[in-house]
């Protein structure tokens, strides 16, 4: 079945680096795109980024710049490398499968705590 | 920039029908811009409702729909159960591979 797992979450000091993976399974990277999506504490949804099937990636203007997301299709993993980390990108973060234009089967997420 | 506009709470009856909104502070919502629905319960990620404007993701009751009505999104609860209580986001594609969330509905049922 379809299954996505995100790690590499932790306490982070501002302007630090973190990398974020997103373990896949039940579906190949070649045939669908990977969205990640951040929720501040006590905050709403906001889109990151996405990398499409074919690897275009995408960026919200809040990270661009900043992040980048690849992907190792023979891992099936995904990855978000985030660099010169903010307070205000503490959230947890989330991977979720890119099909039919929306987001599906979501995982369970990772905090990211930026923090001195 | 593109902002997505939610109503922020809303309250609903047990057994009640409620519609929830998305709208854009400019312009029109539209099919094109390929509205889907999410739920949230408290601690938990969210769970996808409605995507392509009107089609329930797999195992979604059907008391949940998706339309557009007027110049919005919206999701409508017919028969609101106790377990609907949660937070519900929409999100639109609006151009360039860039999506936005809009700011959330927190629905309570009582």
């Known amino acids: 079945q379809v299954q996505l797992v995100e790690s590499g979450g932790g306490v982070v000091q501002p302007g630090g680096s973190l990398r974020l993976s997103c373990a896949v399974s039940g579906f190949t990277l070649n045939t669908h795109g990977i969205f990640w999506i951040r929720q501040a504490p006590g905050r709403g949804l906001e889109w990151v980024a996405l990398?499409?099937?074919?690897?275009?990636?995408y960026y919200a203007d809040s990270v661009r710049g900043r992040f980048t997301v690849s992907r190792d299709t023979s891992k099936n993993t995904v990855f978000l490398q985030m660099h010169s980390l903010r307070v205000d990108d503490t959230a947890v973060y989330y991977c979720a499968k890119d099909s039919t234009w929306a987001f599906h089967c979501w995982g369970q997420g990772t905090l990211v705590t930026v923090s001195s | 920039q593109t902002v997505v506009t939610q109503e922020p709470s809303f309250s609903v009856s047990p057994g009640g029908t409620v519609t929830l909104t998305c709208g854009l502070t400019s312009g029109s919502v539209s099919t094109s811009h390929n509205p889907s629905w999410y739920q949230q319960a408290p601690g938990q990620p969210p769970q996808t409702l409605i995507y392509?404007?009107?089609t329930r993701s797999s195992g979604v009751p059907d008391r949940f729909s998706g339309a557009i009505l007027g110049n919005k999104a919206a999701l409508t609860i017919t028969g609101a159960q106790a377990d609907d209580e949660a937070d519900y986001y929409c999100v639109l594609h609006v151009g360039g591979g860039v999506w936005v969330f809009g700011g959330g509905t927190k629905l309570t049922v009582l």
């Open positions: 990398i499409q099937h074919d690897g275009d990636e």
């Open positions: 392509s404007t009107n």
